[in-house]
């Protein structure tokens, strides 16, 4: 016998138990993102390679060590690993953004090659937001605004928290990066202890803030502030957005060492984090990025947008609301048995879809007697089972089984079959 083929590491099945839930999660999350007039966007996994270097920066881990990146006819491709760079160039290129607001949004996969863990694998999927032309505070407050009533639809509000930042412009962060590198020469026995934080030195400083490494964390804590550089502008916008935060009764708490892992941001950034699974994780984060659409080579618009990872939110939804109620696989089981019973089945079937859209009808197709076919029946987790006989057959007529409940088996015409089947799925 041949050798069975497995997947790739980091990259997994989902069963249709399992799927039950992602659609659940993904409905909320669709329904929601609609609810504030957000239209969606799709655009393709595979991108230039250019464009993440250019948009999420050189410097970055994503960019360093973590896109699945090859050549094919001298062009260097990349399987996106975050959406924002290929929605701002999907926006830029098809005209979509020119001298207009946008509010747009997108859910699929995403690439990174990095060791796989629990909630984090190497194809991940992400759903996000982006808001252009708007330089407002009110769109930053808007995206938090959406996302906490999303955590509320899922049942783990009460399980995130909103941490909230502001970084400033390019200027600031400069000013700020010389004086956060003049510190952190002063004590590199203990940037040592941290690899990573030890080449982000040179390339990426303000991601040693992000640093796991407790001793690093601790001297970090009498480091220069951001917040000590702001120039008036990011001061004033991040004030009006604390404001209405405040007003909208949203709690937040003011972390100077968030700065987000990708270049492309400025003034505001946030997570949404939780301790529910373990050590603290981000479910969901976000920020402005005002300078990244003329940066892909598009005339000037102010962005801002987040994303979540569905795997790890939906982790949480499993650990802290158990008790989600997901629709059945299969609501209706149709069985038969006998002459003249086939060609019934597949027409009271495909009659009840006519009538019937929302609900999951199967037909039994693989023959067996009843006893066989009831067994069927009851592993699909199906609410009903309507059974057709010859005598059925021969009399319009129908039986009608509740598989769970405590109702009678009863049998009715054909013609009050939907009016019987709307008053018990109901």
């Known amino acids: 016998m041949s050798k069975t083929i497995q997947a790739i590491r980091g990259m997994n099945d989902c069963s249709p138990t399992e799927t039950l839930l992602w659609q659940w999660v993904e409905t909320q999350i669709r329904q929601t993102f609609a609810s ?12 230039a390679t250019a464009l993440f270097e250019r948009g999420v920066g050189e410097a970055t881990d994503i960019v360093e060590k973590e896109m699945f990146t090859f050549v094919r006819d001298e062009e260097s491709l990349t399987m ?50 982006e808001i252009f032309g708007i330089a407002n505070p ?15 639809k899922l049942g783990i509000r009460q ?3 909103l941490q909230l930042n502001s970084i400033g412009g390019l200027e600031v962060r400069t000013q700020y990066r010389q004086a956060l590198v003049a510190f952190l020469q002063n004590h590199l026995d203990v940037l040592k202890q941290d690899p990573d934080s030890e080449r982000r030195l040179t390339t990426n400083p303000l991601r040693i803030l992000d640093t796991k490494n407790q001793a690093l964390q601790n001297v970090l804590n009498h480091a220069p502030k951001l917040h000590d550089f ?22 937040y708490e003011i972390n100077q060492k968030l700065v987000r892992g990708l270049d492309y941001y400025n003034k505001t950034v946030f997570e949404w984090v939780t301790t529910a699974l373990g050590a603290q994780g981000t479910v969901c984060g976000g920020g402005r990025y005002d300078g990244l659409v003329a940066q892909l080579g598009g005339h000037a618009s102010e962005g801002v947008g987040f994303a979540m990872g569905l795997e790890r939110l939906i982790l949480l939804v499993q650990e802290v609301n158990p008790n989600v109620t997901l629709p059945r696989p299969v609501d209706i089981y149709i069985v038969y048995s006998g002459e003249g019973t086939t060609e019934a089945a597949f027409q009271l079937s495909e009659t009840l879809r006519n009538a019937l859209p929302q609900q999951r009808i199967m037909l039994h197709c693989s023959g067996g007697n009843f006893k066989k076919q009831f067994k069927r029946a009851d592993k699909s987790g199906a609410k009903l089972a309507l059974v057709l006989g010859e005598s059925e057959v021969e009399n319009q007529t129908v039986v009608v089984k509740d ?23 109901a």
């Open 36 to 47: 504030y007039g957000y239209a969606e966007i799709r655009s393709p996994i595979l991108e």
């Open 80 to 129: 996106r690993p975050e959406g924002t760079a290929g929605c701002v160039r999907a926006a830029i290129q098809n005209g979509w953004i020119y001298n207009q607001e946008q509010r747009l949004w997108y859910i699929g996969p995403m690439f990174r090659y990095e060791r796989p863990q629990k909630g984090r694998y190497r194809q991940f999927h992400q759903a996000g937001v």
């Open 138 to 152: 009110e769109a930053d407050a808007e995206l938090i605004l959406l996302t906490a009533r999303l955590w509320e």
């Open 159 to 161: 399980h995130v928290k």
């Open 230 to 251: 702001l120039d008036p502008e990011s001061k004033a916008h991040f004030e009006k957005l604390c404001q209405i935060l405040d007003q909208m009764g949203i709690e």
């Open 403 to 425: 598989l769970f409940g405590e109702a009678e088996q009863i049998t009715i015409p054909q013609s009050e079959l939907i009016n019987e089947l709307q008053s018990r799925l």
